[in-house]
């Protein structure tokens, strides 16, 4: 090949509308414009999230493109999120991936979310051997995958109800934090106390996880206090309950571990941002003796370089999709 392999990843399935370049498995740009209409409306709202990413996705891509300072012309494929996601969204990044892979005669290459999440911990340096395990906690998804190979991945427990972004995103709403709150709960529990309040776990069977139960023991103690307390109270509130989530999942990450005998750990997915999780992951890590991986912050919630590096692993497999290739809504990682 006479210039570098040069793909463009896109990723539309939720809120975010991103474009990144990667050009010999560097990120050459990241582009990712976040969808500020929802906040109003305390979630995503389908409808507006597929609008905003018909008028968005022409630019960003255009931003990508300028950033790597390369012409359209010099891709060699483009990557695209199929699935899972919202519908709406995930078809306004197919057409467009669609329509500029066929007028530059280039392949398009189908990329899994979740997937794309998992191989972020291959963007930078160093980069995890296989097989490890990786804690996926996102907005959707709360998953411990056995990572066998780039495209090999089994799901060895989830979420029975709600995701941990969304038990976050939920208890940041009864605080009366805007959406999505999860963030804010990081930063207003810095300086907290994590044990000047107790909330109950929830202990499922198996790497099973469950958020709904907690979330329920919140809400009973907010409507249980005054707005005063609250506000009085709010960074010890954020760390307590944020210490329970985290736990939670680490707890069952320690017993995965043990049971599959695994010592490469590694994190993805927009929790992964969290700061908590982070540091508690650290400490646990040189505990257990496990060798760890978190991507980089911009790297863990949605971006299009982790469907850009998925893509780019893809390439040489000649795994190409067609123009007739469907979005899949759900899309099981197995
Ligand atoms: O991976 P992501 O960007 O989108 C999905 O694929 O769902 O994850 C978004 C989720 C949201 O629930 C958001 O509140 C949560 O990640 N999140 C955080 C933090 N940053 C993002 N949750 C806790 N602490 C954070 N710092
Ligand atoms: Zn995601």
Redesign the pocket.
Known sequence: MSHPLTILGIES??D?TAAAVICDGKIVSNVVMSQLIHQKYGGVVPELAARAHETHMIPVVTAALQEAAIEKTALHAIGFTQGP?LLGPLLVGSCFAKALACSLGIPLIGVH?IQA?VLANFIDEPKPNFPFLCLT?????TQIILVKDYFSMEVLGETQDD????A??KI?HLMGFSY????L???YAQGGNPQAFTFPATHMAGFDFSFSGIKTAFLLFIQSKTPEFIKANRADICASI?AVLVRMLLDKLTKAAQKSGMHTIALA???A???Y?RQQLKQLAEKQHWTIFIPAMAY???NAAMVAITAYYKYPLKEFVGLAAKSFPRYPIG
């Open positions: 399935s939720c975010e996601g979310h999440h906690v996102s907005g959707g998804h995701a941990a972004g969304e976050f995103d940041a999505p709150g999860g963030a709960i990081d930063r944020q997915g927009g929790v941002a969290n700061s999780l863990c919630t949605d």
